[in-house]
Protein backbone atom coordinates (compact mmCIF):
# COMPACT_ATOMS: atom_id res chain seq x y z
CA UNK A 1 0.00 0.00 0.00
CA UNK A 2 1.46 3.80 -0.54
CA UNK A 3 2.01 5.69 2.18
CA UNK A 4 0.61 8.72 0.62
CA UNK A 5 -2.80 6.27 1.56
CA UNK A 6 -2.19 6.81 4.87
CA UNK A 7 -2.13 10.33 6.03
CA UNK A 8 -0.32 9.20 9.20
CA UNK A 9 2.67 8.61 6.84
CA UNK A 10 2.69 11.95 5.93
CA UNK A 11 5.84 12.72 7.91
CA UNK A 12 7.38 9.42 6.45
CA UNK A 13 6.46 10.63 3.07
CA UNK A 14 7.81 14.98 3.38
CA UNK A 15 11.39 12.92 5.37
CA UNK A 16 11.60 10.61 2.32
CA UNK A 17 11.53 13.23 0.12
CA UNK A 18 13.77 15.60 1.52
CA UNK A 19 15.99 12.47 1.97
CA UNK A 20 16.14 12.39 -1.81
CA UNK A 21 16.62 15.68 -2.26
CA UNK A 22 19.62 16.40 0.18
CA UNK A 23 21.28 13.44 -1.61
CA UNK A 24 21.37 14.86 -4.81
CA UNK A 25 22.78 18.29 -3.31
CA UNK A 26 26.36 19.15 -1.92
CA UNK A 27 25.42 19.83 1.81
CA UNK A 28 28.45 21.09 3.03
CA UNK A 29 28.53 24.10 0.57
CA UNK A 30 24.82 24.84 1.00
CA UNK A 31 24.92 25.03 4.54
CA UNK A 32 28.62 26.05 5.80
CA UNK A 33 27.08 26.36 9.34
CA UNK A 34 27.06 22.58 9.30
CA UNK A 35 30.65 22.55 9.77
CA UNK A 36 30.42 24.06 13.32
CA UNK A 37 27.62 21.52 14.78
CA UNK A 38 28.77 18.43 15.87
CA UNK A 39 25.47 16.31 15.35
CA UNK A 40 23.21 18.55 12.94
CA UNK A 41 19.59 17.54 12.82
CA UNK A 42 17.42 18.65 10.16
CA UNK A 43 13.70 19.47 12.06
CA UNK A 44 10.57 19.24 9.31
CA UNK A 45 7.31 20.32 10.48
CA UNK A 46 4.19 20.74 9.05
CA UNK A 47 0.94 22.60 9.67
CA UNK A 48 -2.49 22.65 8.50
CA UNK A 49 -3.56 26.46 8.01
CA UNK A 50 -5.74 29.30 6.37
CA UNK A 51 -4.87 30.67 3.25
CA UNK A 52 -5.60 33.81 1.70
CA UNK A 53 -4.43 37.19 2.13
CA UNK A 54 -6.72 37.75 5.33
CA UNK A 55 -5.20 35.54 7.40
CA UNK A 56 -2.39 37.74 8.81
CA UNK A 57 -2.29 36.65 12.38
CA UNK A 58 -1.39 33.18 10.68
CA UNK A 59 -3.45 30.92 13.09
CA UNK A 60 -2.29 26.90 13.05
CA UNK A 61 -3.85 24.13 13.30
CA UNK A 62 -1.48 21.92 15.48
CA UNK A 63 1.00 20.13 13.80
CA UNK A 64 0.21 17.70 11.19
CA UNK A 65 3.49 15.93 10.88
CA UNK A 66 6.59 16.39 11.71
CA UNK A 67 10.04 14.27 11.56
CA UNK A 68 13.98 14.71 12.31
CA UNK A 69 16.12 14.08 9.76
CA UNK A 70 19.71 13.13 11.15
CA UNK A 71 22.48 14.90 9.09
CA UNK A 72 25.23 14.05 10.30
CA UNK A 73 25.89 11.07 8.00
CA UNK A 74 25.12 13.44 5.18
CA UNK A 75 27.86 15.78 5.25
CA UNK A 76 30.74 14.52 3.09
CA UNK A 77 33.49 14.09 3.86
CA UNK A 78 32.84 13.44 7.47
CA UNK A 79 33.74 9.30 7.89
CA UNK A 80 34.39 9.66 11.42
CA UNK A 81 31.29 11.15 11.92
CA UNK A 82 28.66 9.29 9.72
CA UNK A 83 30.19 5.88 8.89
CA UNK A 84 28.72 4.48 5.39
CA UNK A 85 25.87 1.99 6.44
CA UNK A 86 24.28 -0.23 4.32
CA UNK A 87 21.24 1.21 2.57
CA UNK A 88 18.62 -0.80 3.84
CA UNK A 89 19.50 0.85 7.27
CA UNK A 90 17.27 3.89 6.35
CA UNK A 91 15.63 5.19 9.20
CA UNK A 92 13.37 7.66 10.72
CA UNK A 93 10.65 7.95 13.03
CA UNK A 94 7.66 9.90 12.52
CA UNK A 95 5.16 11.20 15.37
CA UNK A 96 2.23 8.89 13.65
CA UNK A 97 4.46 5.78 12.91
CA UNK A 98 7.32 5.33 15.85
CA UNK A 99 7.84 1.98 14.17
CA UNK A 100 11.07 1.84 11.48
CA UNK A 101 10.07 1.16 8.17
CA UNK A 102 12.03 0.27 4.73
CA UNK A 103 11.11 2.58 1.93
CA UNK A 104 12.73 3.68 -1.07
CA UNK A 105 11.94 6.46 -3.17
CA UNK A 106 11.07 5.62 -6.99
CA UNK A 107 11.59 8.75 -8.63
CA UNK A 108 10.54 7.68 -11.75
CA UNK A 109 7.56 7.13 -10.39
CA UNK A 110 7.50 9.44 -7.70
CA UNK A 111 5.88 7.15 -5.61
CA UNK A 112 7.30 5.13 -2.76
CA UNK A 113 7.22 1.38 -2.59
CA UNK A 114 9.02 -0.61 -0.34
CA UNK A 115 10.63 -3.65 -2.60
CA UNK A 116 14.53 -3.60 -2.76
CA UNK A 117 14.73 -1.10 -5.95
CA UNK A 118 18.02 -0.70 -7.51
CA UNK A 119 17.91 2.60 -7.41
CA UNK A 120 19.02 2.76 -3.63
CA UNK A 121 22.25 1.93 -4.56
CA UNK A 122 22.24 4.38 -7.29
CA UNK A 123 21.12 7.11 -5.45
CA UNK A 124 23.52 6.04 -2.77
CA UNK A 125 26.54 6.76 -5.22
CA UNK A 126 25.52 10.13 -6.38
CA UNK A 127 24.34 11.93 -3.70
CA UNK A 128 26.59 10.70 -0.96
CA UNK A 129 23.64 10.47 1.53
CA UNK A 130 24.20 8.71 4.17
CA UNK A 131 21.36 7.98 6.67
CA UNK A 132 22.74 7.62 10.59
CA UNK A 133 23.39 4.47 11.87
CA UNK A 134 21.95 6.51 15.03
CA UNK A 135 18.46 5.91 16.71
CA UNK A 136 15.66 8.29 15.63
CA UNK A 137 15.20 11.08 17.83
CA UNK A 138 11.69 11.29 19.42
CA UNK A 139 10.03 14.56 18.85
CA UNK A 140 8.32 16.60 21.23
CA UNK A 141 5.32 18.64 20.02
CA UNK A 142 5.07 20.96 22.11
CA UNK A 143 8.95 22.08 21.63
CA UNK A 144 9.82 25.38 20.22
CA UNK A 145 6.63 26.31 19.19
CA UNK A 146 6.21 30.27 18.73
CA UNK A 147 9.99 30.35 20.35
CA UNK A 148 11.83 33.33 18.24
CA UNK A 149 15.53 32.87 18.13
CA UNK A 150 18.16 35.66 17.35
CA UNK A 151 20.11 35.22 14.32
CA UNK A 152 23.79 35.39 16.63
CA UNK A 153 25.84 35.11 13.84
CA UNK A 154 27.74 38.03 12.41
CA UNK A 155 25.90 40.60 9.77
CA UNK A 156 25.95 39.02 6.51
CA UNK A 157 28.91 40.07 4.16
CA UNK A 158 28.71 41.71 1.50
CA UNK A 159 28.94 39.60 -2.15
CA UNK A 160 28.57 40.16 -5.50
CA UNK A 161 26.12 37.24 -6.64
CA UNK A 162 27.86 36.46 -9.74
CA UNK A 163 24.75 34.10 -11.89
CA UNK A 164 25.81 32.94 -15.32
CA UNK A 165 22.34 32.48 -16.27
CA UNK A 166 20.26 35.32 -18.43
CA UNK A 167 18.67 37.62 -15.42
CA UNK A 168 16.36 40.34 -16.98
CA UNK A 169 16.77 43.59 -15.94
CA UNK A 170 14.36 46.11 -14.30
CA UNK A 171 12.55 47.47 -17.05
CA UNK A 172 12.82 51.19 -17.41
CA UNK A 173 9.13 51.87 -15.56
CA UNK A 174 10.57 49.67 -12.65
CA UNK A 175 13.50 51.98 -12.41
CA UNK A 176 11.82 55.37 -12.87
CA UNK A 177 9.23 53.87 -10.31
CA UNK A 178 12.32 53.32 -8.10
CA UNK A 179 14.42 56.72 -9.14
CA UNK A 180 10.95 58.52 -7.94
CA UNK A 181 10.72 56.92 -4.16
CA UNK A 182 14.85 57.65 -3.71
CA UNK A 183 13.80 61.61 -4.62
CA UNK A 184 10.89 61.68 -2.29
CA UNK A 185 12.88 59.98 -0.15
CA UNK A 186 15.57 62.19 -0.96
CA UNK A 187 17.49 65.42 0.52
CA UNK A 188 16.13 67.73 -2.54
CA UNK A 189 14.41 70.62 -1.49
CA UNK A 190 11.53 71.48 -3.56
CA UNK A 191 10.34 74.80 -2.12
CA UNK A 192 8.19 76.67 -4.61
CA UNK A 193 8.49 79.75 -3.11
CA UNK A 194 11.69 80.43 -5.07
CA UNK A 195 10.17 80.17 -8.40
CA UNK A 196 6.92 81.36 -7.60
CA UNK A 197 8.39 84.74 -6.63
CA UNK A 198 9.75 85.23 -9.62
CA UNK A 199 6.91 84.32 -12.31
CA UNK A 200 3.21 84.87 -11.66
CA UNK A 201 0.31 84.29 -13.72
CA UNK A 202 -1.84 87.26 -13.77
CA UNK A 203 -5.18 86.46 -12.04
CA UNK A 204 -7.67 86.17 -14.78
CA UNK A 205 -11.22 87.03 -14.70
CA UNK A 206 -13.28 83.76 -13.22
CA UNK A 207 -15.85 82.66 -15.19
CA UNK A 208 -18.16 83.07 -12.29
CA UNK A 209 -17.61 86.31 -11.85
CA UNK A 210 -17.71 86.80 -15.24
CA UNK A 211 -21.92 84.63 -15.26
CA UNK A 212 -22.58 87.11 -12.50
CA UNK A 213 -22.07 90.71 -14.79
CA UNK A 214 -23.46 88.65 -18.04
CA UNK A 215 -26.77 87.65 -16.68
CA UNK A 216 -27.92 91.15 -15.89
CA UNK A 217 -26.80 92.92 -19.37
CA UNK A 218 -25.59 91.23 -21.58
CA UNK A 219 -26.86 88.76 -24.42
CA UNK A 220 -26.00 85.52 -25.22
CA UNK A 221 -23.49 85.83 -28.07
CA UNK A 222 -21.72 88.48 -25.98
CA UNK A 223 -21.54 86.12 -22.79
CA UNK A 224 -20.05 83.46 -24.70
CA UNK A 225 -17.67 85.79 -26.82
CA UNK A 226 -16.43 87.36 -23.64
CA UNK A 227 -15.98 83.72 -22.38
CA UNK A 228 -14.05 82.46 -25.16
CA UNK A 229 -11.99 85.64 -24.71
CA UNK A 230 -11.13 84.89 -21.41
CA UNK A 231 -10.23 81.47 -21.80
CA UNK A 232 -7.99 82.61 -24.57
CA UNK A 233 -6.23 85.16 -22.75
CA UNK A 234 -5.80 82.66 -20.03
CA UNK A 235 -4.81 80.17 -22.56
CA UNK A 236 -2.17 82.45 -23.54
CA UNK A 237 -0.96 83.65 -20.36
CA UNK A 238 -0.36 79.94 -19.62
CA UNK A 239 1.67 79.59 -22.91
CA UNK A 240 3.77 82.04 -21.36
CA UNK A 241 4.12 81.51 -18.69
CA UNK A 242 4.93 77.53 -18.96
CA UNK A 243 7.25 78.74 -21.52
CA UNK A 244 9.02 80.93 -18.71
CA UNK A 245 9.31 78.30 -16.26
CA UNK A 246 10.55 75.83 -18.92
CA UNK A 247 13.23 78.65 -19.98
CA UNK A 248 14.12 78.77 -16.30
CA UNK A 249 14.30 74.88 -15.21
CA UNK A 250 16.37 74.52 -18.57
CA UNK A 251 18.89 77.62 -17.00
CA UNK A 252 18.84 75.56 -14.02
CA UNK A 253 19.83 72.68 -15.34
CA UNK A 254 22.74 73.97 -17.03
CA UNK A 255 23.56 75.66 -13.95
CA UNK A 256 23.69 72.43 -12.24
CA UNK A 257 25.88 70.89 -14.55
CA UNK A 258 28.48 73.76 -14.84
CA UNK A 259 28.77 73.86 -11.34
CA UNK A 260 29.08 69.91 -10.25
CA UNK A 261 31.82 70.00 -12.90
CA UNK A 262 33.35 72.44 -11.34
CA UNK A 263 33.08 70.80 -7.97
CA UNK A 264 34.96 67.38 -9.46
CA UNK A 265 38.11 70.06 -10.51
CA UNK A 266 38.09 71.39 -6.62
CA UNK A 267 37.64 68.14 -5.39
CA UNK A 268 40.56 66.49 -7.22
CA UNK A 269 42.97 70.42 -6.35
CA UNK A 270 41.48 69.64 -2.54
CA UNK A 271 43.28 66.37 -2.36
CA UNK A 272 46.28 67.20 -4.14
CA UNK A 273 46.92 69.99 -1.72
CA UNK A 274 46.47 67.71 1.15
CA UNK A 275 49.03 65.53 -0.51
CA UNK A 276 51.13 68.68 -0.57
CA UNK A 277 50.56 69.36 2.85
CA UNK A 278 50.68 66.70 5.14
CA UNK A 279 52.71 63.63 2.48
CA UNK A 280 53.76 61.25 4.87
CA UNK A 281 49.48 60.14 4.56
CA UNK A 282 49.04 58.51 1.81
CA UNK A 283 46.76 59.80 -1.02
CA UNK A 284 43.93 57.62 -0.96
CA UNK A 285 43.73 58.59 3.05
CA UNK A 286 43.62 62.18 1.86
CA UNK A 287 41.19 60.94 -0.74
CA UNK A 288 38.75 59.55 1.96
CA UNK A 289 38.90 62.47 4.40
CA UNK A 290 37.86 65.18 1.21
CA UNK A 291 35.12 62.81 0.17
CA UNK A 292 34.20 62.71 3.94
CA UNK A 293 33.78 65.81 4.26
CA UNK A 294 31.80 66.65 1.11
CA UNK A 295 29.68 63.62 2.35
CA UNK A 296 29.00 65.93 5.62
CA UNK A 297 28.48 69.23 3.67
CA UNK A 298 26.32 67.61 1.32
CA UNK A 299 24.34 65.72 4.16
CA UNK A 300 24.58 62.61 1.33
CA UNK A 301 25.57 59.15 2.49
CA UNK A 302 28.91 57.64 0.88
CA UNK A 303 26.66 55.67 -1.67
CA UNK A 304 24.58 58.61 -2.76
CA UNK A 305 28.00 60.95 -3.19
CA UNK A 306 30.30 58.21 -5.34
CA UNK A 307 26.93 57.69 -7.05
CA UNK A 308 26.79 61.70 -7.98
CA UNK A 309 30.43 61.86 -8.31
CA UNK A 310 30.50 59.67 -11.32
CA UNK A 311 28.35 61.60 -13.63
CA UNK A 312 29.45 65.02 -12.56
CA UNK A 313 32.87 63.35 -13.36
CA UNK A 314 32.11 62.49 -16.63
CA UNK A 315 30.42 65.99 -17.23
CA UNK A 316 34.17 67.30 -16.25
CA UNK A 317 35.47 65.05 -18.76
CA UNK A 318 32.73 66.18 -21.58
CA UNK A 319 33.95 69.67 -20.50
CA UNK A 320 37.68 69.39 -20.72
CA UNK A 321 37.03 67.73 -23.92
CA UNK A 322 34.18 69.92 -25.97
CA UNK A 323 33.87 73.11 -23.98
CA UNK A 324 31.93 74.75 -21.50
CA UNK A 325 29.51 75.24 -24.50
CA UNK A 326 28.90 71.36 -24.65
CA UNK A 327 27.65 71.01 -20.99
CA UNK A 328 25.49 74.09 -21.11
CA UNK A 329 23.49 72.76 -24.22
CA UNK A 330 23.76 68.98 -23.43
CA UNK A 331 20.48 69.03 -21.69
CA UNK A 332 19.19 65.75 -20.77
CA UNK A 333 21.23 63.23 -23.15
CA UNK A 334 24.71 64.12 -21.28
CA UNK A 335 22.90 62.36 -17.83
CA UNK A 336 22.34 58.81 -19.80
CA UNK A 337 26.30 59.77 -21.69
CA UNK A 338 27.94 60.07 -18.40
CA UNK A 339 25.52 57.67 -15.97
CA UNK A 340 26.20 54.53 -18.37
CA UNK A 341 29.41 55.87 -20.17
CA UNK A 342 28.22 53.95 -23.50
CA UNK A 343 30.68 54.73 -25.92
CA UNK A 344 32.45 56.97 -23.30
CA UNK A 345 35.84 55.91 -24.59
CA UNK A 346 38.81 58.08 -26.29
CA UNK A 347 37.48 58.05 -29.59
CA UNK A 348 34.61 59.74 -28.32
CA UNK A 349 36.27 62.30 -26.61
CA UNK A 350 38.92 62.92 -29.80
CA UNK A 351 35.64 63.94 -32.16
CA UNK A 352 34.69 65.70 -28.60
CA UNK A 353 37.80 67.65 -28.81
CA UNK A 354 37.17 68.26 -32.69
CA UNK A 355 33.83 69.66 -31.45
CA UNK A 356 34.61 72.23 -29.01
CA UNK A 357 35.44 75.03 -31.23
CA UNK A 358 32.87 74.68 -33.73
CA UNK A 359 29.84 74.39 -30.92
CA UNK A 360 31.54 77.78 -28.74
CA UNK A 361 30.89 79.58 -32.43
CA UNK A 362 27.02 78.07 -32.66
CA UNK A 363 26.90 79.18 -28.79
CA UNK A 364 28.27 82.46 -29.15
CA UNK A 365 26.48 83.58 -32.24
CA UNK A 366 23.02 81.87 -31.46
CA UNK A 367 23.17 82.52 -27.78
CA UNK A 368 25.57 85.89 -27.06
CA UNK A 369 24.79 85.66 -23.70
CA UNK A 370 25.24 81.95 -22.61
CA UNK A 371 28.77 83.04 -21.05
CA UNK A 372 27.13 84.95 -18.88
CA UNK A 373 26.11 81.48 -16.82
CA UNK A 374 29.94 80.95 -16.77
CA UNK A 375 30.59 83.45 -14.31
CA UNK A 376 29.12 81.20 -11.84
CA UNK A 377 31.95 79.06 -11.84
CA UNK A 378 35.16 82.18 -12.36
CA UNK A 379 34.86 82.28 -16.10
CA UNK A 380 35.35 84.91 -18.24
CA UNK A 381 32.09 86.32 -20.09
CA UNK A 382 33.44 87.62 -23.23
CA UNK A 383 32.59 86.09 -26.75
CA UNK A 384 35.26 84.52 -28.38
CA UNK A 385 33.32 84.38 -31.54
CA UNK A 386 30.72 87.28 -32.04
CA UNK A 387 28.56 88.28 -34.80
CA UNK A 388 26.57 86.13 -37.37
CA UNK A 389 26.96 81.90 -37.19
CA UNK A 390 28.33 82.17 -40.85
CA UNK A 391 30.10 84.78 -40.34
CA UNK A 392 33.02 82.22 -39.07
CA UNK A 393 34.37 79.29 -41.25
CA UNK A 394 35.14 76.04 -38.89
CA UNK A 395 37.41 73.22 -39.28
CA UNK A 396 36.40 69.52 -39.51
CA UNK A 397 39.69 69.00 -37.54
CA UNK A 398 38.71 71.04 -34.57
CA UNK A 399 41.64 74.15 -35.62
CA UNK A 400 40.37 77.58 -34.74
CA UNK A 401 37.64 78.92 -36.50
CA UNK A 402 38.76 81.65 -38.99
CA UNK A 403 36.67 84.51 -40.23
CA UNK A 404 34.85 84.19 -43.80
CA UNK A 405 36.35 87.32 -45.13
CA UNK A 406 39.45 85.71 -44.69
CA UNK A 407 39.04 82.93 -46.73
CA UNK A 408 37.97 84.73 -49.59
CA UNK A 409 40.93 87.68 -49.28
CA UNK A 410 43.66 85.84 -52.07
CA UNK A 411 40.79 85.77 -54.83
CA UNK A 412 38.70 88.78 -54.38
CA UNK A 413 40.38 91.89 -51.71
CA UNK A 414 37.33 93.73 -51.71
CA UNK A 415 35.23 90.75 -50.64
CA UNK A 416 31.91 91.72 -48.94
CA UNK A 417 29.00 89.34 -47.90
CA UNK A 418 25.46 90.67 -46.11
CA UNK A 419 23.66 87.90 -44.44
CA UNK A 420 20.17 88.40 -45.12
CA UNK A 421 16.92 86.14 -44.38
CA UNK A 422 14.22 87.31 -47.07
CA UNK A 423 15.33 88.01 -50.25
CA UNK A 424 15.69 91.70 -51.99
CA UNK A 425 14.35 92.74 -54.70
CA UNK A 426 16.70 94.30 -57.70
CA UNK A 427 15.12 97.54 -57.88
CA UNK A 428 16.68 99.20 -60.90
CA UNK A 429 15.92 95.69 -62.62
CA UNK A 430 12.58 95.24 -61.38
CA UNK A 431 11.01 98.62 -60.58
CA UNK A 432 8.54 98.21 -57.63
CA UNK A 433 7.78 94.91 -59.30
CA UNK A 434 8.48 91.39 -57.50
CA UNK A 435 9.52 88.92 -60.78
CA UNK A 436 8.52 85.91 -58.14
CA UNK A 437 4.84 86.79 -58.30
CA UNK A 438 2.29 84.00 -59.06
CA UNK A 439 -1.21 84.83 -59.10
CA UNK A 440 -3.67 82.34 -58.40
CA UNK A 441 -5.00 80.75 -61.36
CA UNK A 442 -8.69 80.06 -59.80
CA UNK A 443 -10.45 83.63 -60.33
CA UNK A 444 -12.88 82.82 -56.90
CA UNK A 445 -9.91 82.18 -54.42
CA UNK A 446 -7.86 84.98 -56.34
CA UNK A 447 -10.64 87.23 -55.60
CA UNK A 448 -11.39 86.46 -51.80
CA UNK A 449 -7.85 87.13 -50.85
CA UNK A 450 -7.50 83.74 -49.54
CA UNK A 451 -4.30 82.06 -50.93
CA UNK A 452 -4.25 78.30 -51.90
CA UNK A 453 -1.39 76.24 -51.73
CA UNK A 454 -0.87 74.52 -55.27
CA UNK A 455 0.64 71.32 -53.42
CA UNK A 456 -1.36 70.44 -50.63
CA UNK A 457 -4.90 72.47 -51.62
CA UNK A 458 -4.57 74.03 -47.81
CA UNK A 459 -5.13 77.58 -46.94
CA UNK A 460 -1.66 79.28 -46.29
CA UNK A 461 -1.23 81.95 -44.27
CA UNK A 462 1.15 83.78 -41.84
CA UNK A 463 -1.17 83.64 -39.25
CA UNK A 464 -1.05 80.63 -37.03
CA UNK A 465 -4.57 80.31 -36.01
CA UNK A 466 -5.20 80.38 -40.26
CA UNK A 467 -3.01 78.55 -41.83
CA UNK A 468 -3.38 74.49 -42.85
CA UNK A 469 -0.53 74.48 -45.34
CA UNK A 470 2.51 72.39 -43.39
CA UNK A 471 4.24 71.40 -47.16
CA UNK A 472 7.50 73.44 -45.36
CA UNK A 473 6.79 74.18 -41.91
CA UNK A 474 10.27 75.30 -40.48
CA UNK A 475 9.85 77.28 -43.56
CA UNK A 476 6.33 79.28 -44.41
CA UNK A 477 3.76 79.53 -42.57
CA UNK A 478 3.46 80.16 -38.50
CA UNK A 479 6.82 79.48 -37.07
CA UNK A 480 9.43 81.92 -36.99
CA UNK A 481 12.20 80.52 -38.93
CA UNK A 482 14.88 79.07 -36.54
CA UNK A 483 18.60 79.49 -37.55
CA UNK A 484 19.65 76.28 -39.54
CA UNK A 485 21.65 73.47 -37.95
CA UNK A 486 24.60 73.97 -40.83
CA UNK A 487 27.76 75.61 -40.53
CA UNK A 488 30.14 76.97 -43.31
CA UNK A 489 33.31 75.04 -43.57
CA UNK A 490 36.80 74.95 -45.04
CA UNK A 491 36.32 71.66 -47.44
CA UNK A 492 39.69 70.07 -47.42
CA UNK A 493 40.22 69.37 -51.20
CA UNK A 494 40.55 72.91 -52.97
CA UNK A 495 36.73 74.08 -53.28
CA UNK A 496 37.18 77.13 -50.47
CA UNK A 497 34.00 76.61 -48.42
CA UNK A 498 31.31 74.43 -47.79
CA UNK A 499 27.94 73.92 -45.83
CA UNK A 500 27.83 70.82 -43.52
CA UNK A 501 24.44 69.56 -41.94
CA UNK A 502 24.71 69.37 -37.93
CA UNK A 503 22.03 67.56 -37.49
CA UNK A 504 20.24 64.97 -40.55
CA UNK A 505 17.87 66.31 -42.68
CA UNK A 506 14.92 63.98 -43.61
CA UNK A 507 14.13 63.31 -47.10
CA UNK A 508 12.01 65.68 -48.27
CA UNK A 509 12.27 68.72 -45.73
CA UNK A 510 13.49 72.12 -46.82
CA UNK A 511 16.92 72.85 -45.58
CA UNK A 512 16.83 76.65 -46.40
CA UNK A 513 15.48 79.08 -48.84
CA UNK A 514 17.92 80.14 -51.63
CA UNK A 515 17.89 84.48 -50.75
CA UNK A 516 19.95 86.91 -52.04
CA UNK A 517 19.35 89.66 -54.48
CA UNK A 518 16.59 89.29 -57.43
CA UNK A 519 17.51 90.45 -60.36
CA UNK A 520 18.41 89.43 -64.03
CA UNK A 521 21.05 89.39 -66.75
CA UNK A 522 23.74 88.62 -64.53
CA UNK A 523 26.69 86.66 -66.92
CA UNK A 524 30.15 84.87 -65.81
CA UNK A 525 29.19 84.62 -62.44
CA UNK A 526 27.21 82.27 -60.03
CA UNK A 527 23.94 82.88 -59.64
CA UNK A 528 20.12 80.38 -59.18
CA UNK A 529 18.33 80.77 -62.64
CA UNK A 530 14.41 80.85 -62.03
CA UNK A 531 11.07 81.75 -63.76
CA UNK A 532 7.51 81.76 -63.26
CA UNK A 533 4.94 81.70 -66.25
CA UNK A 534 5.14 85.80 -66.12
CA UNK A 535 9.03 86.55 -66.15
CA UNK A 536 12.43 85.32 -65.58
CA UNK A 537 14.90 85.77 -62.93
CA UNK A 538 17.82 84.94 -61.25
CA UNK A 539 18.82 85.04 -57.74
CA UNK A 540 22.44 86.61 -57.30
CA UNK A 541 24.46 85.49 -53.87
CA UNK A 542 27.41 87.44 -54.69
CA UNK A 543 27.36 89.89 -52.51
CA UNK A 544 24.39 88.92 -50.11
CA UNK A 545 22.40 85.76 -49.51
CA UNK A 546 22.28 83.07 -46.53
CA UNK A 547 24.01 79.95 -46.01
CA UNK A 548 22.51 78.34 -49.33
CA UNK A 549 25.58 80.58 -51.35
CA UNK A 550 28.22 78.08 -49.65
CA UNK A 551 26.43 75.07 -51.09
CA UNK A 552 28.92 73.22 -54.05
CA UNK A 553 27.94 71.00 -56.13
CA UNK A 554 28.43 67.10 -56.67
CA UNK A 555 27.48 64.88 -58.99
CA UNK A 556 25.46 62.25 -56.28
CA UNK A 557 24.16 65.46 -54.66
CA UNK A 558 22.35 64.62 -51.05
CA UNK A 559 19.87 67.98 -51.69
CA UNK A 560 18.24 69.56 -54.86
CA UNK A 561 16.49 73.13 -55.48
CA UNK A 562 13.05 73.25 -56.08
CA UNK A 563 10.67 75.96 -56.42
CA UNK A 564 7.68 76.37 -54.19
CA UNK A 565 4.95 79.21 -53.86
CA UNK A 566 4.22 80.74 -50.45
CA UNK A 567 1.48 83.77 -50.86
CA UNK A 568 1.34 83.81 -54.14
CA UNK A 569 5.22 84.81 -54.54
CA UNK A 570 7.63 81.74 -55.68
CA UNK A 571 10.22 80.92 -53.56
CA UNK A 572 13.30 78.43 -54.38
CA UNK A 573 14.15 76.30 -51.32
CA UNK A 574 16.94 73.40 -51.06
CA UNK A 575 14.95 70.26 -50.08
CA UNK A 576 16.94 67.37 -48.88
CA UNK A 577 17.20 64.28 -50.46
CA UNK A 578 18.42 62.69 -47.25
CA UNK A 579 21.38 64.36 -45.40
CA UNK A 580 23.17 62.81 -42.53
CA UNK A 581 24.50 64.80 -39.90
CA UNK A 582 28.02 65.76 -40.29
CA UNK A 583 28.10 65.68 -44.03
CA UNK A 584 28.12 68.26 -46.79
CA UNK A 585 24.83 69.58 -48.13
CA UNK A 586 25.62 69.28 -51.92
CA UNK A 587 23.24 69.86 -55.10
CA UNK A 588 23.68 69.22 -58.45
CA UNK A 589 24.31 72.71 -60.61
CA UNK A 590 23.48 70.55 -63.61
CA UNK A 591 24.59 70.92 -67.33
CA UNK A 592 23.82 74.06 -67.95
CA UNK A 593 26.32 75.79 -65.19
CA UNK A 594 29.06 73.22 -66.44
CA UNK A 595 29.25 73.73 -70.24
CA UNK A 596 31.76 75.48 -71.65
CA UNK A 597 32.89 76.37 -67.87
CA UNK A 598 36.66 75.93 -67.72
CA UNK A 599 36.85 74.10 -64.42
CA UNK A 600 36.36 70.67 -63.65
CA UNK A 601 34.40 69.53 -61.25
CA UNK A 602 35.91 68.04 -57.54
CA UNK A 603 33.08 66.14 -55.96
CA UNK A 604 35.30 63.28 -56.24
CA UNK A 605 32.12 60.99 -56.81
CA UNK A 606 32.76 57.64 -59.02
CA UNK A 607 29.60 59.06 -61.33
CA UNK A 608 31.33 62.73 -61.41
CA UNK A 609 30.45 64.24 -65.22
CA UNK A 610 32.35 66.58 -64.98
CA UNK A 611 35.90 65.57 -63.65
CA UNK A 612 37.86 66.55 -66.96
CA UNK A 613 40.41 64.35 -66.17
C1 LIG B 1 27.81 78.68 -54.87
S1 LIG B 1 29.51 78.62 -54.66
C2 LIG B 1 29.69 77.41 -53.49
C3 LIG B 1 30.58 77.85 -52.37
C4 LIG B 1 32.02 77.97 -52.71
N1 LIG B 1 32.71 76.71 -52.60
C5 LIG B 1 32.68 79.04 -51.87
O1 LIG B 1 33.57 78.74 -51.09
O2 LIG B 1 32.23 80.18 -51.96
C6 LIG B 1 29.99 77.83 -56.18
C7 LIG B 1 31.46 77.76 -56.38
O3 LIG B 1 32.00 76.75 -55.58
C8 LIG B 1 32.99 76.02 -56.29
N2 LIG B 1 32.49 74.63 -56.43
C9 LIG B 1 31.31 74.17 -56.00
N3 LIG B 1 31.21 72.87 -56.26
C10 LIG B 1 32.33 72.50 -56.87
C11 LIG B 1 32.78 71.26 -57.36
N4 LIG B 1 32.09 70.15 -57.28
N5 LIG B 1 34.00 71.23 -57.92
C12 LIG B 1 34.74 72.33 -58.00
N6 LIG B 1 34.36 73.51 -57.52
C13 LIG B 1 33.16 73.61 -56.97
C14 LIG B 1 33.13 76.66 -57.60
O4 LIG B 1 34.19 77.56 -57.50
C15 LIG B 1 31.85 77.41 -57.76
O5 LIG B 1 32.03 78.55 -58.55
Known sequence: MSALENIDGLSECISRAIQE??????????????????????????????????????????????????????????????PTVPHDDYQMISPADQSPSQYSLDTDEGQFSNDESPHISRRRGIGGLRMSQNQ??????????RQMQIDARNFPKRKKIVSDKFVFQPSTLDKLII???????????????????????????????LACHTQADMSAREVLNTAANVRHNSFSQMNVFCRKVTQASRVCRSI??????????????????????????????????????????????????????AIWRGYKEVKDAAGWAALVFAGMGIYRFCKYRVGFDKDAMRRLRHLRKRLEVAADTLHTHWRQLLTIVGESHTPQYPGHPHEWVIFEDGSDPIPLRQTYLLHDPYFAFEHIDESVVDDSVWGCEDPRWMPQTDAVTRSSGIFTCALCGEQQSDDAKVNSCFCFPSLFGCVKRRPAAVQVYRTPDGRTNGLVALTSYERGTAIGEFVGLITKGVRHLDVMDSSTPLASYQICQRRMGNYTRFVNHSCKANAQSSTFTWLDTQRVILVSKGVEAGSEITVDYGNK????LDKACLCGEACCRYRRD
Open 136 to 145: AIREDLSEHQ
Open 21 to 82: HLARSNLNAAWPQLDHLNRPVLRIEAFLEEAGPNNGSRSRSERVASSTLDLAGMVTPAPSRS
Open 593 to 596: YWAG
Open 256 to 309: EMIVQARWTELFEEQVQLRVISMPEQSATKHRKAVFMEACQDFGWSEKELRNKM
Open 179 to 209: GIWEQVHGSIDLDPKAIFEQFQIEPTESTEL
